[in-house]
């Protein structure tokens, strides 16, 4: 007897609570706004603003006193001020953006969204238009995926991220490429690009490419030429459109010799100031030995 009770409570409250969750009238009576609550119990408290349900449908009984309060809301371009009640408070920013995902509920908010990502970092091979004999490099790049009409009109590359918790597909235009990670992740920092993505192929392609090494500066062959020794990162995975003379030199990669062209992409000022860039960039392959 005792169980069945229990169950019968249980039921009970259940289905109160699913009730709870119907509207009782049309979608377009409730309106989401983030507010301070409008219904104080304790004067002279401290109240913060918090996510709410507002009927803006509200049913008057004539010879009753209601509250007198309003709310401005935006219907068709235009400012409306509304008598409403509250219908509920939401625990958190995620329950009051799937409470409006669900019942179609207009968000007064305009805060259950982050505006659209029209700036990200990631990796992309370049260039991208890819020629039939070019094998595109892994680059970190900035991307503009919020294009313009016109620009809409013309062929592009997209890509798939997140944003609002959605899976979304948009053309982009590289507005910007990076030499390495730490300089993607310093400008991402300085001007508030949150979206910064980092691939695995791209660690690949620098545990493979990129190299510290000792080197004689300049890289001169002509006789009497004074050289200083320097630490210098390089790329040994050229892939120059057209043939060029470059310095060769050796790498160890799974257990065999191999000789690569390179190029210098940056001098460092000591060996502290390699290693420190060595272990920020996944950089393994660092030989300090002249």
């Known amino acids: 007897m005792r169980h069945l009770l229990l169950l019968v409570l249980f039921l009970t409250f ?41 009927d803006i449908c509200p049913k008057r009984k004539p ?12 219907r068709d371009g235009k400012k409306i001020e509304t008598a409403f009640d ?48 070019a094998k595109p490099k892994p680059t970190i790049a900035l991307l503009d995926t919020c294009l313009s009409e016109e620009a809409r009109e013309r062929a592009h590359p997209a890509i798939t991220f997140e944003e609002n918790g959605k899976r979304v597909s948009r053309i982009f235009e590289v507005i910007k490429t990076f030499a390495d990670k730490t300089e993607a992740e310093r ?52 892939n120059d459109p057209i043939p060029q003379q470059r310095p060769v030199i050796e790498v160890m990669r799974g257990g065999k010799k191999a000789f690569r062209e390179y190029d210098i992409i940056k001098i460092f000022a000591d060996r502290a100031e390699a290693e ?4 920020e960039n996944g950089i393994s392959d660092a030989d300090f030995n002249r």
């Not at 010879?63 to 935006?74: F, N, V």
């Not at 958190?92 to 019942?103: G, L, S, T």
């Not at 192929?201 to 493979?208: G, Q």
């Open 63 to 74: 010879g009753l006193k209601y509250s007198q309060a309003k709310i401005t809301i935006t």
């Open 276 to 279: 420190s860039y060595a272990r």
């Open 14 to 54: 259940y289905g109160c609570s699913m009730a709870q969750e119907k509207l009782e009238k049309d979608a377009s009576c409730y309106v989401v706004v983030f507010a301070e609550p409008f219904v104080k119990k304790e004067i002279g408290e401290i109240y913060f603003p918090e996510f709410q349900l507002l």
């Open 187 to 238: 400008y991402a920092k300085e001007n508030s690009i949150r979206d910064v993505e980092i691939s695995e192929e791209y660690t690949k392609y620098v545990a493979d490419c990129r190299i510290i090494r000792v080197v004689e500066l300049p890289l001169s062959k002509r006789p009497n030429v004074p050289t200083a020794p320097k630490i210098a990162l390089l790329d040994t995975c050229l």
């Open 86 to 133: 509250v219908v509920k408070t939401f625990a958190n920013q995620k329950d009051a953006r799937e409470f409006v995902e669900k019942y179609g509920v207009r968000d007064e908010s305009l805060m259950l969204y982050e505006p659209p990502k029209c700036k990200i970092i990631r990796v992309v091979g370049l260039p991208l238009q890819k020629r039939a004999d």
